[in-house]
């Protein structure tokens, strides 16, 4: 039960209702809410402030008496509110602070349980195969639904296999790539202990944290466990108990003169994307003083990951770091001492996120949390990091050749996704050209739309609408072994469209002269196409198809984009581990190498081609 008024009304909190009129439609709950015999005390205090409560026939009314100016606010249900304020436009608001909730039921006469179980059995098949979620996200109630098929397995079985956890994997010691190339932190060693206990396979799914939302909600993952605060996204997911207390603070080089969090007035300051420090700062539950803090530096910077940020304190490019405090003991430990930490800004808790409405899943691994104790020595080592601290010290060799190894199945990744898209997209984009060509029209108009559809969107969009495209357009869940197959559908579909311009252009560079000349030869189309405008129109193309090709390389590193693992985001990961830069020199000195190897074998084709001698002027 939630309070509405004017936008212009001046109210923002209930207690502002003091000495104001008022609505509430007769019999329900919101009047429950406020005068029924088990209405809270604060809410029986709440109406008494009323100048009146006034009780109306049906919330039409109230919203008239509303805009009127008859009553200053209305209680009723969230459901209608949000359908009310979005039909009748920006003309009324919704204040933050709730009356109370309740939970909506069918109801069946007294002791007519077998149509019950007919219509609740019914539901619960709607709610399995995604019917219950379609129909609450038509009618915008999917944030207020909570219907679960209660979890009754057999003794000694499971309903399900497999648990997918997803985490990001450049955040150490919760969850990180371990110098065996293993995943593993404290999470994922609970996430681990869980699963054993349960009978499940755990399946460690790495993700682009600014996507986990799409993960969760596509069913690409199970759950979230990777560090995730549950402070400021209480309503967001159906969370766990919290299991740690965590803090952010803020670190700064060991011979910086700030020594404390008034000092960063007017620096720049380095926050992780869609962060807790970030929240703590800027969000709209952050604590007054934070904002203010906020306010005062030079710049806050948003940056994709904490090896990014420790980079940039380094090198000076900002003055201190905010992050979780596990997060900074871990990385100053593994980086040499050469930072510390001054301050703390905020206190949170981390929970394990589940899909809003999932309690069924969620409340398993709570019984395996609460009822057994996982803490083993694994996890408490990850925590800590004492995995790491007893290595012995490298030489700079040694590290370069652990890291190259390190790296070698994301380079089998990338060359993959290269390979795979040159494959489909060769051949799709000569197609493509012809189509560009047609004298039908209409065919014409259709190549060109998805031509110039391709060519106006980022690649990193495309990715995320082939990887899930198919769960919110059809309702299909997606998985994790559509992954891959979604980066090679994505690049194969856009390096066509560019591949089918550059046929276009080679192909119309061809002068008249040579069909007309092969038209009186007899030739037919085909043979024409094949043997004269075909090798004349690839010896055309062949530079634009290399600079193509080169960039193909390159851009194998956006199938980061849907949480694939090629080498690029293996080398991102290592380096977060190592606390070092070298993953990332690694990682361009491999794309330097294969395109030079590109380009020398596009070099030779174009001198094969070259059969008229106009390169050697």
């Not at 919290?242 to 404390?260: A, F, G, L, M, T």
């Not at 851009?555 to 606390?579: C, G, N, P, R, W």
């Amino acid at each position: 039960q939630v309070v509405i008024v004017r936008s212009d009304s001046g109210i923002t909190e209930k207690s502002q209702l003091a000495g104001r009129i008022v609505a509430v439609q007769t019999d329900s709950s919101a009047l429950a809410a406020l005068t029924g015999e088990d209405a809270e005390e604060e809410n029986l205090t709440l109406a008494a402030s009323f100048a009146s409560l006034e009780q109306v026939s049906d919330y039409n009314t109230a919203f008239l008496n509303l805009a009127s100016g008859a009553v200053d606010a209305i209680c009723m249900d969230i459901g209608v509110a949000n359908y009310e304020i979005d039909a009748r436009g920006d003309e009324f608001v919704m204040l933050g602070e709730h009356i109370s909730t309740e939970e909506y039921g069918v109801g069946f006469l007294k002791g007519n349980t077998e149509l019950r179980d007919q219509v609740q059995e019914t539901l619960f098949e709607m709610l399995s195969d995604g019917t219950f979620a379609r129909i609450a996200d038509e009618w915008e109630l999917s944030d207020c639904v909570c219907l679960t098929k209660p979890y009754t397995p057999a003794e000694g079985s499971s309903d399900r296999d497999t648990l997918i956890v997803g985490f990001d994997a450049e955040f150490p010691p919760y969850g990180y790539q371990d110098e065996n190339g293993e995943y593993v932190g404290f999470d994922l060693s609970l996430a681990q202990e869980v699963a054993d206990r349960r009978g499940w396979e755990l399946i460690k799914q790495p993700i682009d944290w600014n996507s986990k939302d799409m993960e969760l909600k596509t069913g690409a993952i199970d759950c979230i466990w990777n560090g995730f605060t549950i402070n400021g996204r209480e309503d967001d997911y159906t969370w766990s108990v919290p299991y740690v207390d965590n803090s952010q603070v803020v670190v700064v080089k060991k011979d910086s003169e700030i020594i404390n969090a008034s000092g960063l007035s007017g620096k720049t300051v380095a926050v992780q994307a869609d962060s807790s420090a970030l929240a703590a700062l800027t969000g709209e539950d952050a604590a007054e003083k934070n904002k203010k803090l906020a306010e005062s530096f030079a710049a806050l910077e948003q940056v994709g990951d904490y090896n990014s940020a420790f980079l940039n304190l380094e090198s000076g490019a900002v003055d201190a770091i905010c992050l979780d405090i596990g997060v900074a003991n871990y990385e100053i430990k593994a980086r040499g001492n050469k930072f510390r930490i001054i301050d703390t800004i905020s206190a949170e808790k981390y929970g394990i996120g589940f899909l809003k409405g999932n309690t069924v899943l969620r409340d398993q691994v709570q019984a395996t949390l609460e009822d057994n104790v996982c803490l083993s020595d694994n996890a408490a080592n990850s925590i800590t990091g004492e995995n790491e601290t007893d290595q012995a010290e490298e030489s700079f060799g040694q590290k370069f050749i652990f890291i190259c190894g390190r790296l070698l199945s994301g380079v089998g990744a990338s060359l993959a996704i290269f390979f795979l898209t040159l494959i489909f997209a060769l051949p799709l984009g000569l197609l493509i050209a012809f189509g560009r060509m047609s004298p039908v029209k209409p065919l014409r108009w259709i190549v060109s739309f998805y031509i110039s559809v391709v060519r106006g969107t980022p690649l990193m969009l495309q990715l995320l609408v082939v990887f899930f495209g198919p769960h919110f357009l059809f309702h299909v869940n997606t998985t994790s072994q559509y992954r891959f197959y979604a980066v090679i559908i994505g690049f194969t579909l856009n390096y066509a469209a560019y591949f089918a311009e550059i046929y276009r252009s080679g192909i119309q560079a061809v002068p008249v002269g040579q069909y007309e000349a092969s038209f009186i030869l007899g030739y037919t189309p085909y043979q024409r196409f094949t043997r004269i405008i075909f090798p004349q129109m690839l010896r055309n193309v062949l530079p634009s198809l290399t600079n193509e090709v080169i960039t193909l390389v390159k851009d194998t590193s956006l199938a980061f984009a849907i949480s694939y693992a090629e080498m690029f985001t293996l080398a991102k990961q290592v380096s977060a581990a190592e606390a070092t830069i070298v993953p990332l020199f690694v990682a361009g000195v491999f794309y330097y190498v294969f395109n030079a190897v590109v380009a020398f074998v596009m070099n030779l084709a174009e001198k094969k081609f070259d059969y008229l001698g106009k390169g050697k002027q």
